[in-house]
């Protein structure tokens, strides 16, 4: 029996996840006018990302990367790291819950954990469609609210990109040295940034800060007028503010820390692959995660590219050689992608079986 012939149909039967997520922009936007949106972007991204990648990697000794993973990296580490990037991201999928029932919106554990795998493995293929993804996965699977769903979302990424911000504002601290050199060596100085700024180029910036915030208030008033739109509009807004009714909110900072914490040792415990960063230390690998984090946000598939770039700047200042930094992040970037794959497929396929089971029963 062909296993291909029956693996394939499942994995592209599920794609119908997105069917939700099709519905909810189509009510904004032509879908037309989407696709050639969605295509331009995932071409601008992959474009952006090559561009950096080839630049870093122009007249790398491939050959010598090869020898170097079949015979000098301790893989041991690497497959002790797996468990924690498959927690973080299964921590995601348990938090969820804690978001969901303020809006009176349930679903199934497994749904929402499948859910997070795939969505980590699409925006692979379209940056930023897996937080659509997954709430289209609870959409279709357990009937849950498309734009309640996408609510919580929201306020998923503003809770943990706060928490980034307070972890960076520590290390920041802690290692100002090592940021101070990264900033000068990148030319990037917010100091040099606002002394640009003229009186009339503050004036400026703040007539046309007003002008969108106008703008924005001008779009909700006239989408308003559709009942659609204005019910779908108030249901993201309850998803974004389910936080203030968390029934258990120890558990869900314990859930956030725990994310958190297991993103870092995912990516702590491959320092000790490497005779060359096993002996620099959690604050070294703190500093590198966080640049990393940052890096991840440029719209790049999993962040290649910048985050490449980032973190083997980082490595650099803190004395690895330039060519055993890119070693570095070209292995750990590569083999933790294709764990993000390897789980996108299997939750793909886990959940395509689970909706044809529950159509032979219904």
């Known amino acids: 029996m062909d296993f291909s012939k029956n693996i394939y149909p499942l994995f592209f039967e599920n794609l119908a996840f997105l069917s939700p997520c099709t519905n909810f922009v189509k009510s904004f936007r032509g879908g037309m006018r989407e696709s050639l949106k969605t295509g331009s972007k995932v071409f601008l991204s992959l474009l952006f990302g090559g561009v950096i990648l080839y630049w ?4 790398f000794d491939f050959e010598h990367l090869m020898t170097f993973i079949s015979n000098e990296m301790d893989w041991t580490w690497m497959l002790l790291s797996f468990p924690f ?56 699977q357990d009937r849950v609210s498309f734009p309640k769903a996408l609510g919580t979302v929201l306020m998923e990424r503003i809770i943990d990109s ?58 909700l008033k006239r989408l308003s ?42 990516f702590y415990l491959t320092f000790f692959c490497f005779d060359f960063t096993a002996h620099l230390g959690l604050m070294c690998a703190m500093v590198c995660f966080i640049v990393g984090s940052i890096a991840v946000i440029v719209p790049t598939p999993n962040g290649a590219g910048p985050w490449h770039f980032a973190v083997k700047t980082m490595l650099v200042l803190y004395g690895v050689a330039d060519t055993n930094a890119l070693f570095f992040v ?7 992608t294709l764990l993000v794959v390897v789980l996108g497929i299997y939750a793909a396929i886990a959940l395509s079986l689970q909706h044809k089971i529950e159509i032979t029963k219904a």
């Open 162 to 219: 706060i928490l980034i911000l307070l972890i960076t504002a520590i290390v920041l601290l802690a290692e100002m040295r090592i940021f101070g050199t990264f900033f000068d060596r990148t030319g990037v100085s917010l100091d040099g940034v606002f002394r640009r700024f003229t009186t009339e180029g503050w004036i400026v910036t703040c007539v046309c800060g007003m002008a969108v915030i106008g703008m924005v208030v001008f779009l």
């Open 330 to 336: 070209l292995i750990v970037h590569t083999v933790q």
């Open 85 to 140: 990037g498959i927690l973080a991201q299964m921590f995601r999928g348990w938090r969820w819950k804690q978001m969901l029932e303020p809006v009176r919106e349930h679903s199934r554990t497994t749904t929402r954990i499948h859910s997070v795998f795939l969505s980590y493995a699409v925006s692979l293929i379209v940056p930023r469609i897996g937080e659509f993804a997954r709430c289209g996965v609870l959409s279709r």
């Open 56 to 59: 870093m990697y122009r007249g």
């Open 225 to 266: 007028i559709n009942s659609k739109i204005k019910d779908a509009i108030h249901s993201v807004i309850d998803g974004v503010l389910s936080l203030r009714d968390v029934r258990n909110l120890p558990l869900f900072i314990i859930f956030t820390l725990a994310i958190w914490v297991s993103y870092f040792l995912h």
